[in-house]
């Protein structure tokens, strides 16, 4: 099963085998985004702040997790508000009973998975197309998050059209790419020099660049694979 599912901002694609599932994912979002608007109507800083932030402990899960992927990787916590959602989304979806689930968040993915799953990169303009990786079946949540500086709304100071990081902390896993992105510069050297913003971080597997005609890589990767990456697919607004 696969649907589209839309509030205010959030829009993601969820794909499921039953509709309990599909009902658990759609359940988690409504409850977690309340509670992050309710955190941003008390502190409107946290939603504008590009920068590390500090609170308490006492906050929202949601909220938390969010702070601490900003905080590793140096930005603010609202880098890391798509793959949160997708997270605690396939959690809600593993609760009750799925082995296999996956959540796009605009990019920003999580998933767990009893089936070989291709995902396609999606990078704009730059002339490297329908490419993707295979991710192999595994019985515990992954992220895999993009940023891009070409597509999209985000807010991203870089060139990269797709920076992707692979994760098994879903909100770390956007965190990064936010910030991967924002290292992107032009060029074959700019690629590669992109990766050391995420080298040293701990629990980030490993990162895709693609900046024009380059692609680079850093870390342990799925398997690349051609894909046939229908704009009509991906999830957007």
């Given amino acids: 099963m696969k649907e589209q599912y839309r509030l205010k901002e959030t829009i993601v694609t969820i794909l499921a085998d039953t509709a309990k599932h599909m ?3 759609r359940e988690a979002i409504v409850f977690h985004r309340k509670e992050l608007e309710h955190y941003i109507s008390g502190d409107p800083f946290f939603q504008s702040t590009l920068e590390p932030y500090c609170v308490g402990q006492d906050v929202p899960e949601v909220v938390r997790r ?6 590793a990787m140096g930005i603010g916590p609202m880098s890391a508000v798509a793959g949160t959602i997708s997270a605690l989304a396939v ?3 593993v609760e009750a009973g799925a082995t296999f689930a996956i959540v796009d968040n605009g990019g920003d993915i999580a998933m767990i998975t009893d089936r070989p799953v291709v995902m396609g990169i999606y990078a704009g303009e730059s002339p490297l197309k329908n490419l993707g990786f295979v991710m192999e079946p595994r019985d515990s949540i992954t992220g895999v998050c993009t940023s891009s500086g070409t597509v999209g709304p985000s807010i991203s100071f870089g060139m990269a059209d797709a920076a992707v990081v692979f994760s098994d902390n879903v909100s770390l896993a956007d965190s990064a790419a936010t910030a991967l992105g924002n290292a992107t510069g032009l060029g074959k050297d700019a690629v590669q020099g992109s990766f050391d913003v995420v080298k040293d971080v701990p629990g980030i597997k490993g990162s895709i660049v693609v900046q024009g005609e380059y692609m680079g890589f850093w870390g342990s990767v799925p398997e690349l694979t051609k894909a046939r990456v229908r704009y009509e697919c991906i999830t957007k607004g």
């Fill in 66 to 71: 969010m702070i601490d992927a900003g905080n």
């Fill in 23 to 25: 009902d658990a994912a």
């Fill in 91 to 93: 959690e809600a979806m």
